[in-house]
């Protein structure tokens, strides 16, 4: 019997208790997890800045080994360790076929759900069913995942960095090398440089970006920022949008990714992108926070493009073999992501230090 951290009521400790986990069904995997990251979205669930229906065991990010597979699943076997994803590419939708598969029919109706892909649930605690976060739930010993979420790693790979390929690395890399139109020698400036906006500084220095501008108020953020490619760093100020033009010929960047998800950065993203450049809005930003844009003079006249990323635009079996492959290269740095570690027994520890913005990444270890 597997033990799970489980959220009952928002705001609360989360609970570690013994749960009943069914095998896996027909398409589906059981994982004993590694190492698992913890990510602001967690953190939204936790406060309920994100809906989701509880009780719950929180977790999307994260990487493991596999011990079992249902009937059908052929792409990987007991013993293959994996990264989660928490978006099951179905490939099949109407979305998945058009090549965005980030907008996955299927998977975006049970990432909303915290089921799996049928709508059912395989944990319970007292007889009562649990919810899956993303339709994962990764703060647990194991899990049962559909095999789309899965995608095969070497052993090479440290558990604990390879768990953050599954979020944080896709949604910010994928921002900038995928949704973003990075060009060798443009500007780019990343507003928020927590766990997935160093990886999009990492994303826009892959894509060959001269100047990327990094945009912080933690001092640690900013020097990890300048480790992962960021060749200016500034703090938040009412003369922001003024030192970034500063920096670029009195313009601004030609790409500005906004990876924090508050009006003020929002507003100061595209405002600091030059005529004909391009935002992108990452950050999971509350309803509350509009785009708020003239339609002639702030749009027609200046050409700029506005531009969603979910999950960096990401083809999970495309991208994760090619991070993997960056990362055994020496490019794409992992491990400097993980700022500190705990065991499962601290996850309410990892719960604050994500919460505080400490640092790149918390990541437990089991």
């Known amino acids: 019997m597997p033990r799970a951290a489980l959220l009952e009521v928002p705001n609360t ?16 995997v059981s994982v004993d997890i590694g190492a698992t990251g913890v990510c602001h979205s967690d953190i939204a669930v936790y406060t309920e800045k994100l809906q989701n229906p509880l009780p719950v065991v929180l977790g999307h990010e994260g990487a493991g080994t596999v011990v079992e597979v249902g009937d059908g699943v052929t792409d990987v076997k007991p013993g293959d360790r994996v990264v989660l994803s928490w978006l099951a590419q179905c490939g099949e939708c109407f979305y998945c076929i058009k090549g965005q598969p980030q907008l996955c029919e ?6 909303a759900r915290g089921s799996l892909l049928d709508g059912s649930l395989r944990y319970k605690h007292q007889g009562r069913g649990v919810y899956q976060m993303a339709g994962l739930g990764t703060f647990s010993q194991r899990c049962v995942v559909p095999s789309r979420s899965v995608i095969k790693i070497p052993e090479t790979i440290p558990l604990a960095s390879a768990a953050l390929i599954g979020c944080g690395v896709l949604t910010g890399f994928g921002a900038s090398a995928n949704t973003a139109d990075i060009n060798v020698g443009d500007t780019v400036a990343v507003l928020g440089c927590g766990g997935v906006g160093l990886n999009a500084i990492q994303g826009a220095r892959v894509s060959g970006a001269s100047t990327i501008i990094a945009v912080d108020m933690h001092d640690e953020r900013l020097e990890l920022a300048q480790l992962l490619g960021a060749t200016h760093v500034l703090k938040p100020s009412e003369n922001l ?74 083809h999970v079996r495309r991208d994760v073999p090619k991070m993997v492959a960056l990362y055994e290269a020496g490019v794409l740095k992992l491990d400097e992501l993980v700022t500190k570690t705990f065991g499962f027994d601290e996850v309410n520890d990892a719960v604050s230090y994500c919460a505080g913005e400490q640092g790149a990444r918390a990541v437990m270890v089991f």
């Open 106 to 111: 299927t998977a975006g109706a049970a990432f």
């Open 13 to 28: 400790p989360l609970q570690i208790v013994d749960v009943d986990l069914e095998h896996p069904r027909p398409g589906e």
């Open 241 to 314: 949008v003024k030192e970034v033009r500063k920096l670029t010929g009195g313009r601004g960047v030609d790409v500005a990714l906004e990876v924090v998800g508050r009006q003020e950065t929002v507003t100061n993203a595209i405002r600091m992108t030059r005529r004909g450049g391009q935002t992108v809005l990452v950050g999971a930003a509350p309803d509350d926070v509009l785009v708020k844009v003239p339609a002639f003079t702030g749009m027609v006249l200046t050409e700029k493009s506005i531009k969603g990323s979910l999950y960096g635009s990401a």
